[in-house]
């Protein structure tokens, strides 16, 4: 296949207007912009013309003057008159205005040119580098013109060439980064001859690839003013001593290597290859075989969160065959329940469904009791009476002071951290103000004054906690691991105490045998004494925890069969998306919303309990969809179009939308944000779940810093790596089926501005393991969708508002988890015009089509709140919780709850019409 004939002038017109394009200033457009050009240029012209004596000076001859009327001024140089007649001498260095570079192009002899700023010297020390652009041959059909880029790359990275990233390749007509000053003039001449290239200069142009063997690819090296950048500071992974070391997350082999790693206790939560059935107790005895003593707090699927006296023992449990990785358990959570709600804004800027403003539903005169209709419930008596209500939260500082105003009497509080303490006390609190818990739990007891509520507190980096709930509300026959593992614990201290006893005892016994009143004798019944006491105190001790556990275990017991569960808490990374982690799939098995009457025995009848979940105030913080990459650059592109003012797809931009306010493009300094991207690959049944450990695409993430926005002293598609993920990508579950994979990095913005997000990776037309080679004729078709999710984890960003996408924003992200499930009814938060909230989560996720994500929208705008003022799908999932409980004292049927109600899925939740008429 050979190259495109053009005419001397149709080859200018093409070149002159692309790179044109290229060297002055873009003011608008779908391009990069760049600062002024200098108003002259150093040019280096590499030029051919004829051989032959007459023939050469007649061309030079003719060649200078065209040069000459651009205002072109050779530089002096010795014998330079000898050009014209010298067959080697094929350059010519010297000044010319910026705006009639380009022209030298249209003299046919003109091969290459070299520019840089007249007023910037070129480094000539060893080592150095400029920033350069290559502005390469253009005009080819799209997929030849990126052919000629990446071979030119190919050679240039041969020549110490380092790629800038995300800039404005122009179509692939120009490259652009860091170059060898040594090599710059170099480069002028045609790089398929250069002997340290790719290419060897034996080579006959016959035997290139095409289309660079029919063409110089480079037809100007335009060196930029700026010098080459300082080197990024990123902390780089911790080689991996040993094979166990590779199974460890980055973070948590960055913390094995620092000085604290031997001698530090922490929390780790261990991914096996298989899901444990309930009671198995393989994988127990296998951690307590592997670790010393140590603490099982609780299982998640097949993820199993263990705390340890030392971080360097998650090399031993690495060992263990089954275990895939080893992670600390994720930091944040993504729904900030306690966050406040924001000013409320103009009734005319809450129109749009889909706002960026966040439409705040706080209205001095609106009635919530009157617009749901509940008054009208409560005025004939249906309060809430004799429904039981579990409320699920993380915070209910301050409660104490409303258990007998505000909320009912016989209100219950439950502290489930006690499970992941050896002496069975609840973590210490240390929020003075009012909890986000405590304040859904009165928004739910407005709803419900006479239900009986059980306020549960869970920590929100243990989801095993909340499973275990749903486990002990179905009335699961099972121990959850947390009090296996403090029974446990109390049955050794218990043995260990009565030796102790039994020793001091018989110690006592003997001293006291001498009433001698020498020295000697006195202090030993003294120390005797001594011991006894501390003997008794420590079997007191014990028997304390015992029965602070045995009255946690039975409250737990307790639980079964609570008709309506309320829960705030969620995640949005760390955990299976589209309803396949442990708690959205047990919800669906078991708390199906639409589920009939299930019989426990013949004399009971037991109905499902209605689960109440918000769905998440994150709107805008996800990305999700299908992985596009059209050119086939190994880059994933967010959109089919590029937005206006950007210059590519494959960008995208992040903003700060604080609360009540439009989106803000600039990121705010000090503000630590945490990237997670996740996505779920097929698997062919034939082949070992271990040959999957490594994902069949494996994506990454880099968040670039936009150097120069307004292109002032460089161009504005200058980028720095602010961050990006490292090691091998998390296996959240493996399957002969499937397998799901996530990566995550936090990173601190030092620096406000404009930052970008950009994935790497490609989607294989196969889904054989990597090692193993496939024919064209097996390709498959498969769809890769991966779900991006940024958020604030620094207190002070996540008080003012939210990270969002600013470029693609997808508007049904996904809600998060365990909203997610079919077996939960997931709230969304509207305003008092009936509209979504403009943070309030939408959609099912990408994974999960055809289901209606928020089942419910109900209103935020509960009243007599005390602490921050407080909205959004936690207040919302309260009161609806609450409302659902006395429509069950007034008749509701349980079962088929909304389908009775006759609210169809995404619809606002009230008292229905039909309900008047009865």
């Known amino acids: 296949m050979g190259m495109p004939i053009y005419s001397h002038w149709r080859r200018w017109l093409v070149t002159g207007i692309c790179l044109l ?53 050779p530089s002096p140089r010795e014998d330079a008159d000898l050009d014209g007649e010298n067959p080697s001498a094929d350059m010519l260095p010297g000044t010319i205005a910026s705006d009639k570079a380009v022209s030298l192009l249209k003299d046919k002899r003109v091969e290459t040119l070299l520019i840089w700023p007249e007023d910037f010297k070129l480094p000539d020390a060893e080592g150095k580098k400029v920033k350069a652009i290559f502005h390469l041959q253009p005009g080819l059909l799209a997929r030849e013109q990126q052919l000629l880029f990446e071979q030119t790359r190919e050679i240039l990275l041969k020549q110490g060439f380092e790629e800038d990233i995300g800039y404005d390749h122009r179509g692939y007509t120009r490259l652009r980064g860091l170059i060898p000053t040594v090599n710059v003039h170099g480069l002028v001449r045609d790089i398929r001859t250069n002997s340290s290239g790719w290419f060897l200069p ?57 000085d604290g790693g031997a001698i530090k206790a922490g929390r780790i939560e261990i991914i096996l290859n298989y899901e444990p059935s309930e009671g198995s107790v393989e994988y127990r005895q296998a951690i307590q075989s592997f670790s010393p003593q140590p603490f099982i707090e609780g299982r998640y699927g097949n993820i199993i969160t263990v705390k340890v006296d030392k971080l360097s023992q998650a090399a031993d449990l690495a060992r263990i065959p089954f275990v895939l990785s080893l992670r600390f358990p994720p930091a944040s959570p993504a729904v900030s329940a306690g966050s406040p709600a924001p000013a409320p804004v103009p009734k005319e800027k809450t129109s749009s469904l889909l706002s960026n403003i966040r439409a705040v539903s706080f209205e001095d005169n609106f009635d919530i009791f009157k617009a749901t209709r509940l008054n009208w419930l409560h005025g004939n008596q249906a309060k809430g009476a ?47 103000g009012i909890g986000s818990g405590t304040q859904q739990a009165l928004a739910a007891a407005q709803a419900a004054p006479e239900a009986q509520f059980t306020l549960i507190r869970v920590d929100l980096s243990s989801p095993h906690l909340v499973l275990d709930v749903a486990k002990y509300i179905k009335g699961d026959t099972f121990i959850c691991d947390g009090i296996k593992t403090l029974r446990e614990r109390l049955e050794f201290d218990t043995e260990v105490r009565q030796r102790e006893h039994d020793i001091a005892l018989k110690n006592y016994e003997e001293a006291f045998a001498d009433f001698s009143e020498e020295e000697g004798p006195q202090k030993k019944r003294q120390e005797a004494q001594a011991k006894l006491k501390e003997s008794k105190e420590k079997q007191a001790e014990i028997f304390e925890r015992t029965m602070r556990l045995d009255r946690l275990d039975k409250a737990l017991q307790d ?12 995640w949005n990374s760390g955990y299976a998306l589209d309803g396949l982690s442990p708690l959205s799939r047990y919800l669906e098995e078991n708390f199906i919303k639409n589920a009939p009457p299930v019989i426990r025995n013949a004399t009971r009848l037991q109905k499902p309990s209605l689960w109440f979940q918000a769905a998440g105030d994150t709107r805008g913080q996800d990305w999700n969809g299908n992985y596009s990459d059209q050119d086939g650059n190994g880059v994933l592109e967010f959109g089919p179009e590029i937005v206006n003012g950007k210059w590519t ?59 120069d926005p307004n292109a002032e002293k460089v161009a504005n598609d200058e980028l720095e790596v602010a961050g990006y993920t490292e090691g091998a990508a998390e296996i959240l579950k493996l399957t002969p089926r499937y397998g799901i994979y996530e990566r995550t990095f936090v990173v601190s913005i030092a620096t406000a501005g404009r930052y970008a997000l950009r994935v790497e990776g490609a989607k294989p037309k196969t889904i054989k393991p990597r090692n193993f080679p496939s024919l064209e004729k097996e390709d498959t078709q498969w769809a890769l969708k991966p779900r991006i999710f940024v958020e604030a ?13 600013s470029d693609y924003e997808v508007k049904l992200g996904g809600v998060a988890i365990p909203a997610d499930s079919r077996g939960a009814i997931a709230v969304g938060a509207m305003n008092t015009h009936k509209q979504p909230l403009a943070t309030s989560a939408l959609g099912a996720g990408a994974g999960v089509d055809l289901l ?45 709850f909304l389908q009775a109600l006759r609210i169809a899925p995404g619809s606002y939740f009230e008292i229905p019409d039909f309900w008047f008429k009865r």
Request: charged letters at 20%; aromatic letters at 8%.
């Open 559 to 570: 639980l079964k069969a609570a008709q309506v569960v309320i829960s705030s808490v969620s």
């Open 852 to 896: 209606v994500k928020p089942d419910i929208l109900a209103y935020d705008a509960v009243p007599n709140l005390p602490g921050n003022k407080a909205g959004g799908t936690p207040i919302a999932a309260s009161f609806a919780g609450g409302m659902a409980a006395s429509m069950l004292s007034a008749g509701a049927q349980q079962s088929w």
């Open 202 to 258: 034996e080579l006959l142009n016959r035997e290139l690839p095409y289309p660079i063997r029919s063409l110089n690819p480079i037809r100007i090296i335009q060196v930029l003013r700026e010098a080459e950048s300082a080197a990024l500071t990123v902390s780089t992974l911790p080689p991996a001593p040993s094979a166990e070391f590779l199974k460890l997350s980055a973070d948590l082999r960055r913390a094995l290597a620092a």
């Open 793 to 805: 984890l620094d207190a002070p960003t996540k008080a003012g508002g939210q990270i969002v996408f």
């Open 649 to 707: 797809r494959e960008l995208n931009f992040l903003g700060f939308r604080p609360f009540g306010k439009a989106t803000d493009a600039s990121l705010p300094a000090n503000a630590t944000v945490k990237i997670t991207i996740q996505w779920r690959e097929p698997h062919l049944e034939q082949y070992p779940i271990e040959e999957y450990r490594d994902p069949i695409s494996d994506l990454k993430l880099s968040l670039l810093r936009q150097v």
């Open 21 to 73: 394009g290229g060297l002055i200033s873009i003011a608008r457009g779908q391009q990069s912009q760049y600062p002024p050009l200098p108003q002259k240029f150093h040019v280096v012209i590499h030029y051919k013309i004829s051989n032959t004596p007459d023939g050469r000076f007649l061309e030079y001859k003719e060649m200078s003057k065209y040069f000459n009327s651009l205002g072109f001024v």
């Open 386 to 432: 004799n429904v039981r209500v579990v409320l699920i939260s993380d915070d209910f500082s301050g409660i104490g002071a409303y258990l007998s105003k505000g909320l009912p009497k016989n209100t219950k509080v439950l502290d489930l951290t006690a499970l992941r303490n050896a002496n069975v006390l609840p973590d210490l609190n240390t929020n003075m």
